[in-house]
Every structure is written in structure tokens, then in C-alpha cells.
């Protein structure tokens, strides 16, 4: 995650950058320090020729003074800075003027002495080495201050990835508004503007399936009521089964608008496995003697951990399903291990199990006039508490497997 960084990348460039500069101003400057300096030497040693030529022909210290002052040299009096030149002056026991150049650091000095005393000429223009510094600074500045801004402009990037991760959650309430006339904040306020979008259309579906919701509800209600007046007893049983099939379906599809627009909460507890198939059949509206007709039970006592509801929903349609596509026997729940399974004898699927965990996808072996839901709701509530569901076809059996949803609880 931080290798692939867009803040990471840009600071190591605009270090690149910082450090390619340092290396180029260095060799630039000295570079140029040297070529000037040389320049100064070839011109300084014109000037020593032509003072050692009046010195030959005789001239005294105050005529060489007078040439050294049209040269804009002056004397250098300062006792501290005369300090450093004391070891370049040697025994001068011939009483002669002797003129020599010196190189210390940035400047070239010119050393007059005789058998008395010595004095240190210096170039009276100052040096212009400090501008090359001052161009340096001034690369380094603007290179610091570009990399200030790119930061700056990108930051947003970070509070935009947070946000955009909320609302992935399921948070919707969420403002990408930013006040930056750039690329990255005009893509803020595209999502900004799509968000809204979003949640308008979501609002309207909400109220919408809310509607159909309540349009069902009333007339299933309303169906009861009737159903529990007839006086054929067995008349008003399958009258009675079938409108609380109705609401069981409308009360599913509930469930999975909520889990599909991640609404719902998953709440994963400790439950036994009796408990949970007691409320699959109550959802499938089987008696206890059609469990025994239809069903192999495991023997024991399993626990699970997961979301009663949605594990609940997920199993009543696996259960649903192998009893309407089996072609002989009951239908087999078996535990192995941490996985539950449920086998059927039949046909193998038509399809890769991708394919059926697409919403309604309908496979044309199987007439049976569904909505093609089965799988894709089953897939969706498992993966929603990181169940994960597997099939297989062996000996003429379908296994679907819901792994690691079975626990044994510590014994002490």
C-alpha cells in the first residue's frame, strides 16, 4: 500500500530532484569559481611581470603603490586578516622588493616586501561568487515551493479515498464538495454530484418498494383473516399455508433489498443448529412429518456462528431448492468438520455456480418458474457474515457445502 503511494512517489521524485539540483549547482558553482579564479591568476600575474620589471629598472615601494592603486588593488590594513599571510613571508636579507601572488580560498592577494616591513594588497571590487549562491538558493526555493504546492493539491486525494470508503459502507450521508479550481477538485465534485444522484435514486426506490411492500402486505393480511373464517378445515389449512408463504417471500425479498443496498446489520452470535433449523422449517412451512419425509438430519449437538436471520435465509433456500430439483431419496444435512452440507440425488448443475449467483439467472433445464433468485440469495447472505458456499457433483449426488459455519464450543 505505501509502495504504490501517489504521495510517497512524488517525494521521492521531487527528492530526485533536490538532490540532482545540489549535485549540478556544485559542480556548477565550483566550476565557475575555478574559471574565474583562473582568470584572476592569468591578470594578477600580468601585473606581477610588470611590477617585477619596475622593480629591475629600480623603482622604489611608493611608485609600485601608486601602480597597484591604478589597478584598483588597495592595502589591506585589518591586523587579524594580515594574521593569516604572516607564513608566506620569508627572510628577505638583500633589502630588494620582492612581489608575490597568493591564493587563499575565493581571492587572489599580491605580497609586497622588503628588508623592513610587508604589506598585502587585495582587489578592491568584491567578488561576485556570492550571486552563484544566490541562484542556488533561489533553484532550491523554487523546487521546495513546487513540492509544497503538488502535496497541497493532492492532499485532498486522502480525505477523498476516506470518504469514498464511507460511503462504500453504506454511509451515504457524505459531502465531496472542495473549493479547489483543479483536476482533482473538479473529480470531487463529480462525486459529490454523483452521490447525490445516487442517493435520490436510492430514496426513490426505498419509497417505492415500500409501497409494493405495503400494497402486499395489506391484501395477504386481509387474506388470513378471510382464510381463518372457512369452515372446511382443509380448505382453510392450505389457504392458510399459502398466504403465509406470500409473507414469508415478501418478508425475504425485504431481507435482501436490505443486504444488497447494505442496509442491513450483520449481527453474528452463537446459536445452535436446532435452533436454526426450527426456523427454517416454520420459513418452509413444514410440518414434523414432512421434515421426516423430506429430511436426513445430523445427529448431535452443532452450534454456529453467524447472523440468525440471513444464515436462516440462506438455508431454507438450499433446503427449498434440493427438495423441488431432487430426483429420488430425502434431502441429506450433514456436518463434516466446520462445514454444513446439503445433498441431494439429481441431475449436476447446467451451469457454473457463478453463473446461478447472478441475479435472475434461469437455467433453461429447469422450468420451474421462479424468479432465479435462489442461488444469488443464498451467495449474498453467506458472504455478507464471510460464509463462503461450494458445490460439487459426485455419485450422483448435488453437495453444497457452506464452509466453516459450524463450530464446537471449548470444553473446560
Known amino acids: 500500500m505505501i509502495k504504490n503511494s501517489i504521495f510517497v512517489k512524488i517525494t521521492i521524485l521531487f527528492m530526485i530532484a533536490i538532490i540532482s539540483l545540489g549535485i549540478i549547482s556544485y559542480h556548477f558553482i565550483h566550476t565557475e569559481i575555478d574559471q574565474e579564479l583562473y582568470k584572476r591568476q592569468l591578470k594578477y600575474g600580468q601585473f606581477l611581470t610588470t611590477i617585477n620589471q619596475l622593480i629591475r629598472f629600480g623603482s622604489n615601494l611608493e611608485l609600485i603603490e601608486k601602480y597597484l592603486y591604478e589597478l584598483e588593488l588597495v592595502l589591506i590594513s585589518d591586523e587579524k586578516q594580515r594574521q593569516k599571510f604572516v607564513f608566506y613571508v620569508s627572510p628577505n ?9 597568493i591564493r587563499e580560498k575565493e581571492n587572489i592577494y599580491l605580497l609586497l616586501q622588503n628588508n623592513q616591513e610587508w604589506r598585502l594588497y587585495g582587489d578592491l571590487q568584491s567578488n561576485s561568487f556570492i550571486n552563484y549562491y544566490i541562484l542556488t538558493f533561489i533553484g532550491f526555493f523554487i523546487v521546495v515551493l513546487l513540492f509544497i504546492l503538488v502535496i497541497r493539491s493532492i492532499l485532498p486525494l486522502k ?11 453504506g454511509e451515504s450521508e457524505i459531502s465531496f464538495k472542495l473549493e479547489q479550481n483543479d483536476e482533482i477538485g473538479e473529480l470531487a465534485n463529480e462525486f459529490d454530484n454523483a452521490i447525490q444522484k445516487i442517493n435520490s435514486l ?41 398466504f403465509r408463504r406470500l409473507d414469508f417471500l415478501i418478508n425475504e425479498f425485504a431481507k435482501v433489498e436490505e443486504l444488497s443496498s447494505r442496509n442491513y446489520c450483520i449481527n453474528k452470535q ?7 433449523l426450527k426456523q427454517v422449517y416454520s420459513m418452509l412451512l413444514l410440518e414434523e412429518k414432512q421434515i421426516q419425509e423430506l429430511l436426513v438430519l445430523p445427529e448431535g449437538d452443532f452450534g454456529v456462528w453467524a447472523d ?3 444464515l436462516t435465509l440462506a438455508i431454507k433456500n438450499l433446503i427449498d431448492n434440493a427438495i423441488k430439483y431432487k430426483t429420488q431419496g430425502r434431502v441429506t444435512l450433514k456436518v463434516l468438520q466446520n462445514d454444513l452440507q446439503i445433498i441431494n440425488e439429481g441431475e449436476p448443475l447446467t451451469h457454473n455456480l457463478k453463473d446461478y449467483a447472478q441475479p435472475f439467472f434461469k437455467s433453461h433445464s429447469h422450468k420451474s418458474g421462479g424468479l432465479g433468485l435462489g442461488i444469488y440469495i443464498i451467495k ?9 458456499l461450494e458445490y460439487q457433483h459426485k455419485d450422483y449426488q448435488n453437495i ?5 459455519v459450524i463450530y464446537t464450543p471449548k470444553t473446560t
Not at 393480511?221 to 372457512?230: Q, R, S, W, Y
Open 400 to 404: 453444497f457445502t457452506i464452509k466453516g
Open 270 to 276: 452463537h446459536y445452535s443448529l436446532e435452533d436454526i
Open 380 to 388: 449474498n447472505t453467506l458472504e455478507a457474515q464471510g460464509l463462503k
Open 159 to 169: 480525505t477523498l479515498r476516506s470518504k469514498i470508503r464511507k460511503f462504500s459502507n
Open 202 to 242: 436510492n430514496q426513490s426506490r426505498y419509497l417505492f418498494l415500500r409501497a409494493i411492500m405495503h400494497e402486499l402486505k395489506t391484501p395477504i393480511t386481509k387474506g388470513l383473516i378471510t382464510a381463518e373464517m372457512v369452515e372446511n378445515p382443509l380448505h382453510k389449512q392450505w389457504l392458510c399455508s399459502v
Open 93 to 101: 636579507p638583500t633589502g630588494n622588493i620582492v612581489a608575490k601572488l
Open 308 to 310: 440468525f436471520e440471513m
